[in-house]
T-cell receptor
């Protein structure tokens, strides 16, 4: 069964500190992996998208890594800010038979709280 | 910056009633999606829609659900006879493309549906 698992479930860090969130997936065939940020009561907003051939991708203070062999990804947040408090969701897309992207499979997310 | 909008932001309805959730996708997008997120759970795919027909649907999207693009701008999700377990946040999303590896889906802010 296609699944995406994330850890930790929740995390509290002090402003200015770094943190790393983990994602393991069992999705096959794999198309791409995304990290989304979801503020409370809002829709998810895309941070990064990576295909199997990409090992790392950055978006400002966010850096995502992907190991397609071990089916693991991480999201590293540098110099955290109060506005980083949100849920961070790992999402994996299944590859359709014709090679195009299929539908998105969401993890439960890691709830990050950044404290002053 | 163009965005997906959804109305209402919160809908309360009695069990057995019909509800229609409305979405206005980004204007030049051609692919439309509905997702739901039960409180505390992960986001789940419901249905994708392209060229005035359903492209794909999940097992959640049973005969109680239907989607429609009644005009050039709106995209609706109808639940014919709501059940308590339909209580969730419903997200609409749209994308410019539905093929290729990296099409981006843009999510709306969601409609919180409460069935009593």
């Amino acid at each position: 069964k296609n699944q995406v698992e994330q850890s930790p479930q929740s995390l509290i860090i002090l402003e200015g500190k770094n943190c790393t969130l983990q994602c393991n997936y069992t999705v096959s065939p794999f198309s791409n992996l995304r990290w989304y940020k979801q503020d409370t009561g809002r829709g998810p907003v895309s941070l990064t998208i990576m295909t199997f051939s990409e090992n790392t991708k950055s978006n400002g203070r966010y850096t995502a890594t992907l190991d397609a062999d071990t089916k693991q990804s991480s999201l590293h947040i540098t110099a955290s800010q109060l506005s980083d408090s949100a849920s961070y969701i790992c999402v994996v897309s299944v590859r359709n038979y014709g090679g195009s992207q299929g539908n998105l499979i969401f993890g439960k997310g890691t709830k990050l709280s950044v404290k002053p | 910056e163009p965005e997906v909008t959804q109305t209402p932001s919160h809908q309360v309805t009695q069990m057995g009633q019909e509800v229609i959730l409305r979405c206005v996708p980004i204007s030049n997008h051609l692919y439309f999606y509905w997702y739901r997120q039960i409180l505390g759970q992960k986001v789940e795919f419901l249905v994708s829609f392209y060229n005035n027909e359903i492209s794909e649907k999940s097992e959640i999207f049973d005969d109680q659900f239907s989607v429609e693009r009644p005009d050039g701008s709106n995209f609706t999700l109808k639940i014919r006879s709501t059940k308590l377990e339909d209580s969730a946040m419903y997200f609409c999303a749209s994308s410019a493309s539905g093929t290729g590896l990296l099409y981006e889906q843009y999510f709306g802010p969601g409609t919180r549906l409460t069935v009593t």
